[in-house]
């Protein structure tokens, strides 16, 4: 497992675990990151926030939050 905010530019992954911390697992559950949900990284280049596609829906987070999200990669 590695936390979200690693992943590279096109990297589709799994949500494993969401770890506790100054933001609130319901918060980043509300934005639509649950357990076994499928990531993929849109943009991860630059400091800015990152960009990243669940179903559907475009959302961009902070690298702080990015970082309590842990993911599986999953083979292109």
Request: glycine share 14%; charged share 30%; net charge positive.
């Given at each position: 497992?590695?936390?979200?905010?690693?992943?590279?530019?096109?990297?589709?992954?799994?949500?494993?675990?969401?770890?506790p911390?100054?933001?609130?697992?319901?918060?980043?559950?509300?934005?639509?990151?649950?357990?076994?949900?499928?990531?993929?990284?849109l943009?991860?280049?630059?400091?800015?926030?990152?960009?990243?596609?669940?179903?559907?829906?475009?959302l961009?987070?902070?690298r702080?939050?990015?970082?309590?999200?842990?993911?599986?990669?999953?083979?292109?």
């Amino acid at each position: 497992m590695v936390p979200l905010g690693l992943l590279q530019l096109g990297d589709k992954a799994e949500v494993a675990e969401i770890k506790p911390g100054k933001h609130s697992c319901a918060r980043i559950e509300d934005m639509g990151f649950r357990i076994g949900k499928t990531v993929e990284m849109l943009n991860s280049g630059g400091r800015g926030p990152l960009l990243v596609k669940i179903d559907e829906s475009r959302l961009a987070l902070g690298r702080g939050m990015a970082m309590k999200i842990m993911v599986r990669r999953k083979e292109k």
